[in-house]
């Protein structure tokens, strides 16, 4: 098997940018195919199995492209539909929730830790679960942020607004004495700087996607599967709707422009 196949990689829509941005960042030579399922985001207010039909269905698009590991950059899939993938795809899958806890865990001193997120994933108590395994004596405080996933595609990350809201879902946390908080939404990182104000700068910000790309490259170096090329890398973007507005938007999260973005057909809301 070629080392040069693509790193596959999907989240319910655009926030999983943030992930491919930090797996760009790690691993520089990587291949990457990336689909976001805009025509049925969000995935977070979904029932568990419509979240598992669509998990299935993403992954079999990501297959079309012999991907040789496949990232779920999707917070909500990576709590109930990981099982899913892990099944239909025969290749390393890694999630950004166990990754999320493990860093979560290695930061935190106090064992207080903090965990934001859709309510779909807050819900489904995922990073509880997974924190606990990983430190049975870590208290986990978690708190649903619905707001932030608008405030984050509208690029409204330095408005009084903004700000005013974060202050609203994190004085709960705050109040708990929290020292380690992950950011349970791909979306999440781009306010990063607005919560960081709000918490006075006093609490290790956790971003799941980035622990998620350490956790890839440490999986393609076990399983000899690094591509060893220094040319640089194709990233391709797939959609189920609204190509030009995915370009649009997504090159907050990206962190510059994408290029071309293709419609995958035959999926509809």
């Known amino acids: 098997m070629s080392n040069s ?52 269905q993403d992954t079999d698009i990501l297959l079309e492209h012999n991907v040789k590991l496949i990232v779920i950059a999707c917070n909500t899939v990576s709590a109930v539909g990981l099982d899913v993938v892990q099944k239909r795809a025969k290749v390393p ?51 649903a942020c619905p707001l932030f996933v608008p405030l984050a595609e509208e690029g409204w990350t330095d408005r009084k607004a903004t700000e005013l809201i974060a202050r609203e879902y994190l004085f709960p946390l705050t109040l708990e004495k929290i020292d380690t908080l992950v950011l349970g939404c791909t979306h999440y990182p781009i306010l990063r700087s607005v919560i960081d104000t709000v918490l006075q700068k006093s609490v290790t910000l956790i971003d799941s996607g980035e622990a998620a790309a350490l956790t890839v490259e440490e999986t393609l170096a076990e399983q000899g599967l690094r591509n060893e090329s220094t040319l640089k890398a194709n990233v391709q973007f797939f959609v189920s709707d609204i190509p030009h507005k995915f370009a649009e938007v997504g090159e907050r999260f990206f962190g510059r422009k994408l290029g071309r973005v293709h419609r995958v057909a035959g999926i509809s809301a």
């Open 5 to 56: 196949r693509p790193i596959g990689v999907f989240d319910s829509g655009i926030g999983g940018l943030t992930v491919v941005r930090a797996l760009q960042t790690r691993l520089p030579h990587e291949n990457i195919v990336y689909f976001g399922d805009t025509a049925r985001v969000p995935y977070g207010p979904k029932s568990a199995q419509v979240v598992r039909e669509y998990a299935a």
């Open 93 to 143: 899958v890694v999630g950004v929730i166990f990754p999320g806890a493990e860093a979560a865990v290695r930061a935190s001193h106090k064992k207080r830790i903090g965990v934001i997120g859709t309510v779909g994933t807050v819900n489904s108590q995922a990073y509880v679960h997974a924190i606990r395994q990983l430190d049975p004596n870590a208290q986990v405080f978690s708190q």
